[in-house]
């Protein structure tokens, strides 16, 4: 089983701002297995990317995705109101994994 | 356009069993896998298993090996989890979800969630 770990627990940023956000995993993973939701308050995950960098159907192009082997990457380019949120990286291994999250808050 | 309608909240007795039911509508049924995902409070995701609707093949977390059944009724579009002898740390929101594509396995990414069942066991 995949453990991911994300960091940072809490990215603080403002609206207009830039997001990086960090996703390792225990061991190298194939890219195609490597997906991040969005979580708001009292709703279900939102699927943003897939395959590492492939955006959902209606995702903004302020989500991207990057990475290989342990190391992936989810960035928002440009910080709107709506995207303060909780994200979540998953694994789609035998037995699926997720991360324990990054908020982004104000 | 794919929606899944669950069923109600549950309070439950430790001890006792859990049976959470997801209606799907629009789309395919059966070439898709569902998944369960669940979420204790304040905490995070947690796959809880999947089901292939077309083979009937079932993969579960090993954590919940012994107590957790997923299932399906092709003819309502619905799918089932069941889980026993409830704890007090199977408190959470149980979610379904519908995989992104077809395939053999409900291991994600899923496209289409419900709104999660919150179930709270407690004596």
């Known amino acids: 089983e995949i453990v991911l770990t994300q960091s940072p627990g809490t990215l603080s940023l403002s609206p207009g701002e830039r997001a990086t956000l960090s996703c390792r995993a225990s061991?190298?993973?194939?890219?195609?297995?490597l997906a991040w939701y969005q979580q708001k308050p009292a709703q279900a995950p939102r699927l943003l990317i897939y395959?590492?960098?492939t955006r959902a159907t209606g995702i903004p192009d302020r989500f991207s995705g990057s990475g290989s082997g342990t190391d992936f990457t989810l960035t928002i380019s440009r910080l709107e109101p709506e995207d303060f949120a909780v994200y979540y990286c998953?694994?789609?291994?035998?037995?699926?994994?997720f991360g324990p999250g990054t908020k982004v808050d104000v | 356009q794919v929606q899944l309608v669950q069923s109600g909240a549950e309070v439950k007795k430790p001890g006792s069993s859990l049976k959470v039911s997801c209606k799907a509508s629009?789309?395919?049924?059966?070439?898709?896998?569902f998944a369960w995902v669940r979420q204790s409070p304040g905490q995070g995701l947690e796959w809880v298993g999947g089901?292939?609707?077309?083979?009937?093949?079932?993969t579960y977390n090993h954590r919940f090996q012994d107590r957790v059944s997923i299932s399906v009724d092709e003819p309502t579009r619905t799918v089932f989890l069941e889980l026993t002898s409830l704890r007090s740390d199977d408190t959470a929101t149980y979610y379904c979800?519908?995989?992104?594509?077809?395939?053999?396995?409900?291991?994600?990414?899923?496209?289409?969630w419900g709104r999660g069942t919150r179930v709270i066991v407690s004596a």
């Open positions: 061991q190298s993973v194939d890219s195609l297995l």
């Open positions: 395959s590492t960098s």
């Open positions: 089901i292939n609707p077309l083979l009937g093949s079932t």
């Open positions: 998953q694994h789609s291994g035998n037995s699926p994994t």
């Open positions: 629009g789309g395919s049924f059966s070439t898709y896998p």
């Open positions: 979800a519908r995989m992104l594509v077809q395939g053999m396995a409900a291991t994600g990414p899923w496209k289409f």
